[in-house]
């Protein structure tokens, strides 16, 4: 069955560096546009960052242009999330899907702490 699993998050401080992992199973990777979302405490989850299939062209919200690079790696099947100048308004559960997404595609998700 489909299977995201993200990894990666953590506690860092404001300024700070993170690197999220996808790694996606149980359908074909190579062939889906994928995104990374979040979902902060109260708050509808929002998209943060999108790349096509072929890695060749990406897109993100404008709160985070400019300090988060999306990647992939189809032959690892994995989406990846660089995540610089981490601000405290990032704090949020962070989870990777097609994009658009899938009901039948949401994991887990992994927490991201921005905090002083």
């Known amino acids: 069955q489909v299977q995201l699993v993200e990894s990666g998050g953590g506690l860092v401080q404001p300024g700070g560096s993170l690197r999220l992992s996808c790694a996606a199973s149980?359908?074909?990777?190579?062939?889906?546009?994928m995104g990374w979302f979040r979902q902060a405490p109260g708050k509808e989850r929002e998209f943060v960052a999108g790349?096509?299939?072929?890695?060749?062209?990406?897109s993100y919200a404008d709160s985070v242009k400019g300090r988060f690079t999306i990647s992939r790696d189809n032959a690892r099947n994995t989406v990846y999330l660089q995540m610089n100048s981490l601000k405290p308004e990032d704090t949020a559960v962070y989870y990777c899907?097609?994009?658009?997404?899938?009901?039948?595609?949401w994991g887990q998700g992994t927490q991201v702490t921005v905090s002083s």
């Open positions: 149980g359908f074909t990777f190579s062939n889906y546009d």
């Open positions: 790349i096509r299939w072929s890695g060749g062209r990406t």
């Open positions: 899907n097609a994009n658009p997404p899938r009901a039948r595609f």
